[in-house]
């Protein structure tokens, strides 16, 4: 498995309503996420600890909410709000 992330339950129910350009920006803030949990977590599918919860990340026009599952290799998308 590789380190990813993807929209949940799905990208038509997350990011409905939102700009093209705002989707945009939480999709590369999403990549970066997914290239920092990669590094703390090497292998994921073998991760024992408690989940780290639901965290929020500012993008320039809104914030999204998401969260990190070390065993999956994903961070999940939960919801986006744009300004």
Known sequence: MTWDWEYNPDED???EGAPLAF??????????????????????????GPGEGMKSADIEDGIFWYMIVPRDERVYI?????L
């Open 78 to 82: 939960l919801r986006i709000q744009s």
């Open 13 to 15: 129910t997350v990011a």
């Open 23 to 48: 989707v945009a920006q939480v999709e590369k803030k999403a990549d970066e996420i997914v290239r920092a949990a990669a590094a703390l977590y090497l292998d994921g599918t073998t991760y024992q």
